[in-house]
């Protein structure tokens, strides 16, 4: 199944790009193609070459969750921003999918358009899983100012699931302003914590450049994990021979992985309890 794209490689790189996009969209308008990487590699084809208006056909068919976004950024990439939002939130009008939602919400954080990024990814802040669209927004800010303002906004409800992930980010946000105290204190009051709260401590000094405070709690605490985020701080510290001597050997870092429970065992050998 990759012969299609890597042929379609060759091709352009030796200088033939047109003879690459004829023979390639002559399979994908006859569907002879396995999986959608071969339809994404014709379309970033197409838009490397500027030819929108065979991209735009492919994206306004039966492909346009596979292919749309690639379209909108063609339009970006050629001056025409407008005009890729516009496309995009057409596409969310008609087909409220969350791919295009994903995009465009993305985009415009990218374009510092803050509150814009949160109207449209809204809807999808409480949808489940991968699916959630504030996880992707989070991951995009620089700023834990913004950080902050996208956690506390009303329009926000917990992760879904994963509320503990909501929670680490208020904390991390505070810390990186500075706000050390606060942040500290709201990750010791979470009820169920995601990791030890001495080295969630530990990195939310780190976090607010308290880099010798940071270090001295994870030395006393010691573990395995402690000195593994310690060799981090070191390095951060400019200290990178006392990193590698504090860093936990392999064979440490073995010994302190959790030993699973033994699980019963039917005759054929698999195990009678999930997962199978």
Sequence with gaps: WEAQELQARVLERTG???????ILGGDIAGRRFLTQNTLTAYAELLARHGQLDALRELATGADAHTVLSIYAQALRDHGHADEAEAVMREAMAADDWVGHRAW??????????????????????????????LAPLVML????EDVLYLVEHPSVVPHYGHEEFQHQWRAWALAGLGRVDEAIALAE??????IDPRIVRA???DTAGRLDEAAAELRALGTVKAREEWCEVLIRQGRPAEAIAVHPTVAEQRAARPKPAPVPMAENGYAL????
């Design 16 to 22: 033939r790009a047109d003879e690459a996009i004829r």
């Design 104 to 133: 465009l919400s993305a985009t415009l954080l990218r374009d510092s358009r803050l509150d814009d990024a949160i109207a449209v990814a809204e809807p999808g802040f409480g949808w489940y899983d991968c699916s959630n669209l």
């Design 141 to 144: 800010l620089d700023r834990p």
């Design 189 to 194: 009051a979470h009820p169920d914590p995601w």
């Design 203 to 205: 990195g939310l000094l």
């Design 273 to 276: 309890d999930p997962p199978f």
